[in-house]
């Protein structure tokens, strides 16, 4: 599989909220009607991240090297990890506070030294191949991805060592290659603190919190399935998703946001959703990207990863007749008010077919830019194909 280019810049997520915000339209609107608005389309503007959960893939012993070289291999955007500390204080990869289900050997992850844990097999219990495999450290992890392109989010189980987590992702120049997950506001502020440029997401206790991490200056924020879903199907959210629909419909929204208002309520801040699938298949992680996710935690990378694949099929598959009909109502439109800058769209419109048919999203993206700049009053129309395309990948 090939690595997905993934931008991380803040610029990038907070474009994620062309889903939310009212297109300008010029003053001077088109002679002939613009193409009546169909559905949008269901994926948000944005890259979609694929994270493997533990690094783990079927078959391979979660929250090891031979997993995460799996997981580099395979061309994943990241590899969430979880962070514990030993008897003697240092910081070693491992999900549980026992050593039980993931090793050959017994007790809490706190009670052990690190000499002690090292002596553990972490490996075979998924297979003789993988038998002698460690619990590795940190600094372990970090110098087996360097370099790869693969990220890591960083599951902080323990805040007691922010600063020493940070130290030593500075020392390796990993900073830039790290995400780093706190569980409290206070945490995230003293990664702030230590390290402004330190890119975060917050593993948030209840839905409730996330106003209070997006006020601290949290860039991403995890939401819990059932948390998106039930949010879905309340008699308020529907009441309030309609309104948004409706508004599209009047060419008032470039998109009517998300159907869950969970999801929305971040995302109008300016902060995208990641989510915790672990093992679901196909159609429930297509269902959470649908509902505004950007970045999915899944067990199953191979699934998500052709889910992506498709997601990116279907853009292309979508803008050709997008961009078609609107190119033919400014054709027409042209002929009528022999309009200069319609002229100019028209141009921009033919580029961007023609990229669209060589699947080159980001020359596509570039033509509908221009195209927009002219001011023919398609503004709308325009952001509406960008919005399929994920043009805010570009930004």
Request: charged residues 25%; proline residues 4%.
């Amino acid at each position: 599989m090939t690595h997905r280019t993934t931008s991380w810049t803040r610029k990038a997520a907070l474009a994620v909220l062309t889903a939310a915000v009212a297109v300008p339209l010029a003053l001077a609107g088109p002679a002939h009607a613009a193409p009546e608005r169909t559905a949008p389309f269901p994926y948000p503007d944005a890259e979609l991240t694929l994270v493997n959960h533990r690094g783990l893939s079927p078959g391979f012993p979660e929250n090891t090297l031979a997993a995460f070289r799996n997981s580099i291999a395979m061309g994943v955007d990241a590899i969430e990890i979880d962070l514990r500390l030993t008897k003697d204080g240092q910081i070693v990869i491992l999900h549980d506070d026992t050593v039980d289900r993931t090793t050959d050997g017994t007790g809490r992850i706190g009670d052990l030294t690190l000499a002690q844990v090292k002596a553990l097999d972490a490996g075979g219990h998924a297979g003789e191949e993988f038998a002698g495999e460690r619990v590795p450290t940190y600094t372990e992890t970090l110098e087996a991805v360097k370099g790869s392109g693969v990220r890591l989010l960083l599951d902080i189980k323990d805040a007691s060592r922010v600063p020493e987590i940070v130290r030593i992702t500075q020392e390796h120049g990993m900073a830039s290659q790290v995400i780093v997950g706190p569980r409290t506001v206070q945490a995230l502020g003293e990664f702030k603190r230590l390290d402004p440029g330190l890119t975060t997401l917050g593993f948030i206790a209840t839905a409730a919190d996330a106003g209070a991490f997006i006020d601290a200056g949290v860039d991403y924020i995890r939401l819990w399935p059932e948390w998106i879903t039930a949010s879905r199907d309340t008699t308020e959210c529907k009441a309030d998703y309609a309104a948004r629909v409706a508004a599209y419909q009047r060419g008032e929204r470039s998109h009517p946001g998300s159907a869950s208002c969970a999801v929305e309520d971040v995302v109008s801040r300016g902060t995208p959703v990641w989510s915790t699938t672990n093992d679901a298949g196909y159609e429930a992680m297509d269902e959470l990207l649908g509902l505004g996710a950007t970045g999915l935690l899944s067990d199953v990378p191979a699934v998500l990863k052709q889910l992506l694949d498709d997601i990116d099929a279907k853009r292309f598959t979508t803008a050709a007749p997008q961009i078609a009909e609107l190119r033919a109502h400014v054709k027409a439109d042209r002929k009528d008010r022999h309009d200069r800058a319609l002229k100019q769209v028209e141009k921009n419109l033919n580029q961007a077919r023609k990229y669209v048919r060589a699947r080159d999203a980001g020359r596509a993206c570039g033509a509908l830019h221009e195209a927009s700049r002219a001011g023919s009053g398609y503004a709308g129309d325009i952001a509406s194909v960008r919005f399929t395309l994920a043009c805010s990948r570009f930004a």
